[in-house]
Antibody
Framework: EVQLVQSGAEVKRPGESLKISCTGSGYNFARYWIGWVRQEPGKGLQWMGI????????RYSQSFQGQVTLSVDKSTNTAYLQWSSLKASDTALYYC????????????????WGRGTLVIVSS | DIAVTQSPESLAVSLGERAAINCKTS????????????LGWYQQKPGQPPKLLIS???TRESGVPDRFSGSGSGTDFTLTISSLQAEDVAVYYCQQYYSPPWTFGQGTRVEI
């Protein structure tokens, strides 16, 4: 089965670090970029950035540049999203998603989504 | 960044009636060399991740009912549900993937 499996919900304090994961299976993980999308409670979708699993090339939205880090481990077909110092405003549901086409940054919608990882940051 | 604006914010339609959602981009997303519009439509039901319905502005994904159709070019696009079914209640998003960041519209809630 083609799927993306995301790590479980996290509850953190402001200032703490966090790394969440997204593991792909059922397809050639290295051939399709993985993107991350934020959804704040009751709000819409925000494109955060995207990473090429083949060479870890990344592109961030300016809104998230410097706030998060994308990485990937090809050996385990896993992509990661990490924060070094969480803020309360990072509270949201975070989705990873696979691009539909092997187009890299040439552009593609997302055709396969994880179920999301809920991150709650509260003192 | 390319801004994406959807209208209306919400829409109430009777069962069997037509629903239309508009999406406008701040710059053209038509790639001249391929003649493709770099625009997709998603459906998100409560508690679920988004589901890709349409890519290239008008190409339905496999398994998507043909009551869903996409149209438009350049900067103005429409998602039409020709005969609304109960299972179509959801929030619908458009997304441009012409230029990163591949921005989403703010969403349109469709209700019965």
């Amino acid at each position: 089965e083609v799927q993306l499996v995301q790590s479980g919900a996290e509850v953190k304090r402001p200032g703490e670090s966090l790394k969440i994961s997204c593991t792909g299976s059922g397809y050639n993980f290295a051939r399709y970029w993985i993107g991350w999308v934020r959804q704040e409670p009751g709000k819409g979708l925000q494109w955060m950035g995207i990473i090429d699993p083949a060479d870890s090339n990344t592109r961030y939205s300016q809104s998230f540049q410097g706030q998060v880090t994308l990485s990937v481990d090809k050996s385990t077909n896993t992509a990661y999203l990490q924060w070094s110092s969480l803020k309360a405003s990072d509270t949201a549901l975070y989705y990873c998603a696979k691009v539909r086409f092997e187009a890299g940054l040439a552009g593609s919608p997302f055709d396969l989504w994880g179920r999301g990882t809920l991150v709650i940051v509260s003192s | 960044d390319i801004a994406v604006t959807q209208s209306p914010e919400s829409l109430a339609v009777s069962l069997g009636e037509r629903a239309a959602i508009n999406c406008k981009t701040s710059r053209s997303v038509l790639h001249r060399s391929s003649n493709n519009n770099y625009l997709g439509w998603y459906q998100q039901k409560p508690g679920q991740p988004p589901k890709l319905l349409i890519s290239w502005a008008s190409t339905r994904e496999s398994g998507v009912p043909d009551r869903f159709s996409g149209s438009g070019s350049g900067t103005d696009f429409t998602l039409t549900i020709s005969s609304l079914q109960a299972e179509d209640v959801a929030v619908y998003y458009c997304q441009q993937y012409y230029s990163p960041p591949w921005t989403f519209g703010q969403g349109t809630r469709v209700e019965i």
